[in-house]
């Protein structure tokens, strides 16, 4: 019964968590097409990965460099993510 809750929980913050990613990059101007989208998306490839891992007990060297991978990709696609700007009160 935990594990069923404890997936139910994550799934459902994994998904508010890409729809707020999703309606963020909507309001802002600039956006830079799909790879503005890759550091998140990365990001929350490598908590799924993290989560199955933990979860099933399987894994190994294997997950770790799946894990380094999207590490390297979402890094690399920080230069894509628009700039915040301040808001002035």
Do not use: H, Q, W
């Amino acid at each position: 019964m935990n594990l069923l809750l404890l997936t139910a929980l994550y799934s459902a913050g994994l998904l508010a968590a890409m729809l707020i990613i999703v309606e963020k990059r909507k309001k802002l101007k600039g956006n830079k097409g799909f790879r503005s989208y890759l550091t998140p998306l990365c990001f929350l490839g490598i908590s799924l990965l993290a989560f199955l891992t933990a979860v099933t007990d399987r894994g190994g060297i294997t997950s770790v460099g799946l894990i380094c991978a999207l590490l390297v990709v979402g890094a690399y696609c920080t230069k894509y993510l628009p700039v915040p700007r301040e808001e002035r009160s």
